[in-house]
């Protein structure tokens, strides 16, 4: 099955300074989601993009998609402390069924104060 | 409020024993899916159910059962055939497409004494 995968593994960054972080996808996609995690919590959906768009802005958060290079990125801007957390993409592929969504290992950020 | 609700929050297994997880959500959603999260690691697909009395093996079917016999309501049985059931098992729903994500649950935690 298609897996995202993200990269880097761990940031530690400070606050007030940007974060991007990258994924990595096999096959065709419709549409690439990213997710947030915090310690030992579910899963909060932050953003979609379709394959058929290159950049979307949600607040301090803006994704690309590179779908010639399988690739996406989420740059979180001005960051804070409460923003230390793990930071997943998950994609959603031509060839599966519906819903089904295939998720990659994730990206610890750690925010320093 | 809508949202989806798993229980218990931890839960203990005693070896050759079944234990089942409940998922209840209350979105109207049709589809629902069971993760199993690993520490450090990404989210493995286990079952997924795009519509009532019907569900799909995901990735490590293996040792596990589910049932959707109601719209609101995907439970996961661990059986004891699964040789190293400790983990995190997040539930999610969606609509579906999922072009709004996944709303996730806030996860059983299951670990074998």
């Known amino acids: 099955s298609q897996q995202g995968e993200e990269d880097p593994q761990a940031l530690s960054i400070q606050e007030g300074e940007n974060a991007t972080m990258n994924c990595s996808y096999k096959t065709s996609i419709n549409n690439l989601q990213w997710y947030r995690q915090n310690s030992g919590r579910g899963l909060v959906h932050l953003i979609l993009i379709r394959s058929n768009e290159r950049e979307k802005h949600s607040g301090r958060l803006r994704v690309t998609l590179d779908t010639s290079k399988k690739s996406s990125s989420l740059l979180i801007t001005a960051s804070r402390a409460a923003d230390t957390a793990s930071y997943f993409c998950a994609t959603g592929g031509r060839e599966t069924s519906g819903s089904r969504l295939t998720f990659g290992e994730g990206t610890q950020l750690t925010v320093n104060p | 409020d809508g949202g989806i609700t798993q229980s218990p929050k931890y839960l203990f297994r005693k070896e050759g024993q079944n234990v089942t997880l409940s998922c209840e959500q209350n979105?109207?959603?049709?589809?629902m899916y069971w993760y199993r999260q690993d520490p450090g690691q990404g989210l493995r697909l286990i079952y997924y159910s795009q519509i009532v009395n019907d569900f799909q093996k995901g990735d490590i079917a293996e040792g596990y059962s589910v049932s959707r016999e109601k719209k609101e309501s995907f439970p996961l049985t661990v059986t004891s055939a699964q040789k190293n059931p400790t983990a995190f098992y997040l539930c999610?729903?969606?609509?579906?497409?999922?072009?709004?994500?996944?709303?996730f649950g806030s996860g059983t935690r299951l670990t074998v004494v």
């Open positions: 979105l109207n959603h049709d589809a």
């Open positions: 999610a729903s969606s609509t579906g497409t999922a072009i709004y994500g996944y709303t």
